[in-house]
Nanobody, 125 residues
Framework: VQLQASGGGLVQAGGSLRLSCAAS????????MGWFRQAPGKEREFVAA????????NYADSVKGRFTISRDNTKNTLYLQMNSLKPEDTALYYC???????????????????WGQGTLVTVSS
């Protein structure tokens, strides 16, 4: 399984970015996926998760209403649309595959077994 995250960059507060995560080496539509982030000096935190079929979604309270997780199973790609960005959203963003033994939407990073390399999002004030 390989995950390649992209789409990060520098944006002003209030702006938008869309992150992508290209997946290979897996049956993508069968796998729950998630986005996590890690700011400098802080622990990795959950951002959003989505079921294999894309119906079930879950968001951290800090991004609810601003971020949208989605997926295109025909393209083996996961997305994170980020709107109304704030300086506190600045972090390295990771996509991850939920382990096949976990059958529920999970916020725990230990429930994810493969990780992308991360893409940096910087929001200036």
């Amino acid at each position: 399984v390989q995950l390649q995250a992209s789409g990060g960059g520098l944006v002003q507060a209030g702006g938008s970015l869309r992150l992508s995560c290209a997946a290979s080496g897996q049956t993508f539509s069968a796998d729950g996926m998630g986005w996590f982030r890690q700011a400098p000096g802080k622990e990795r935190e959950f951002v959003a998760a989505i079921s294999g079929g894309g119906v079930s979604k879950n968001y951290a309270d800090s991004v609810k209403g601003r971020f949208t997780i989605s997926r295109d199973n025909t393209k083996n790609t996961l997305y994170l649309q980020m709107n109304s960005l704030k300086p506190e959203d600045t972090a390295l963003y990771y996509c991850a595959r939920r382990a096949p033994t976990i059958y529920w939407i999970s916020r725990r990073f230990s429930d994810y077994d493969y990780w992308g390399q991360g893409t940096l999002v910087t929001v200036s004030s």
